[in-house]
Antibody, heavy 117, light 111 residues
Framework: EVQLVESGGGLVQPGGSLRLSCAAS????????MNWVRQAPGKGLEWISY????????YYADSVKGRFTISRDNAKNSLYLQMNSLRAEDTAVYYC??????????WGRGTMVTVSS | QSALTQPASVSGSPGQSIAISCTGT?????????VSWYQQHPGKAPTLMIY???NRLSGVSNRFSASKSGNTASLTISGLQAEDEADYYC???????????FGTGTKVTVL
C-alpha cells in the first residue's frame, strides 16, 4: 500500500525556519517524481515545488522561490522541504504528493505549518 | 501564474447531473492534455479522480466524466449522490516556470 507521511510542521515565528519531511513506503520511491502542495486554511490548493526522481530537475512556485528548498534522499525513501524566511502567508497544511501520469496520484495527510508571533 | 478559474459552488439534487468548469489559458489548460481533477472531503487530503483530461483513475465511479474544449476543462458528475458532496479542484501542467497550477476549487453540495 502506498503511504506518504508528512512531519515537521508546527508553530514558527515570522522570519523563522522549518524543515518538513515526507516518509514514503509501499512503492519504489527512487522511481517517482515528487511534489509539495499546500493549502492555506479555508483556501484552495497551491502547488509549490517539484523534484525529479534523480534530483536533476527542480521547480518552485514564484511565491516560495528563493526561500524554500526541496530535496530528497532516495536511500531513505524521504522527501524534504526546507522553509526559510517564513511569512504569515505561508501558514497552511503542507502535503507531499507523488507524481504519476503528470498528475498527483497519491497524497499524504499533510502537516500543518503556522507562522505567527 | 494565476489559478485556474472554477465556480465557487455548484449544487444539485440526488440523481441529477452537474458540471464544473475549469478555465485557464493557452499556456495551461488549452496548451496541454494534462488536466487532472481532485476530490477533497473536509479535513482530508485530496484524491486524484481524473488525469490526462478525461481518464478515470481505477476505482473511480463512471458517474464521473471529464472533457476539455479550448482553454476550458469540465468535470461532470451524473447521478449525484450524497457522498459526492466535497470540494473539487482541477489542475493543469503549465508552460510557465511554475510547472503546475490548480483551480480555485468548487464546493459541490447535494441538496
Amino acid at each position: 500500500e502506498v503511504q506518504l507521511v508528512e512531519s515537521g510542521g508546527g508553530l514558527v515565528q515570522p522570519g523563522g525556519s522549518l524543515r518538513l519531511s515526507c516518509a514514503a513506503s509501499g512503492f519504489t520511491f527512487r522511481s517517482f517524481e515528487m511534489n509539495w502542495v499546500r493549502q492555506a486554511p479555508g483556501k484552495g490548493l497551491e502547488w509549490i515545488s517539484y523534484i525529479s526522481s534523480r534530483v536533476n530537475t527542480i521547480y518552485y512556485a514564484d511565491s516560495v522561490k528563493g526561500r524554500f528548498t526541496i530535496s530528497r534522499d532516495n536511500a531513505k525513501n524521504s522527501l524534504y522541504l526546507q522553509m526559510n524566511s517564513l511569512r504569515a502567508e505561508d501558514t497552511a497544511v503542507y502535503y507531499c504528493a507523488r507524481r504519476e501520469l503528470l498528475a498527483f496520484d497519491f497524497w499524504g495527510r499533510g502537516t500543518m505549518v503556522t507562522v505567527s508571533s | 501564474q494565476s489559478a485556474l478559474t472554477q465556480p465557487a459552488s455548484v449544487s444539485g439534487s440526488p440523481g441529477q447531473s452537474i458540471a464544473i468548469s475549469c478555465t485557464g489559458t493557452s499556456s495551461d489548460v488549452g496548451g496541454y492534455d494534462y488536466v487532472s481533477w481532485y476530490q477533497q472531503h473536509p479535513g482530508k487530503a485530496p484524491t486524484l479522480m481524473i488525469y490526462d483530461v478525461s481518464n478515470r483513475l481505477s476505482g473511480v465511479s463512471n458517474r464521473f466524466s471529464a472533457s476539455k474544449s479550448g482553454n476550458t476543462a469540465s468535470l461532470t458528475i451524473s447521478g449525484l449522490q450524497a457522498e459526492d458532496e466535497a470540494d473539487y479542484y482541477c489542475s493543469s501542467y503549465t508552460s510557465s516556470s511554475t510547472l503546475y497550477v490548480f483551480g480555485t476549487g468548487t464546493k459541490v453540495t447535494v441538496l
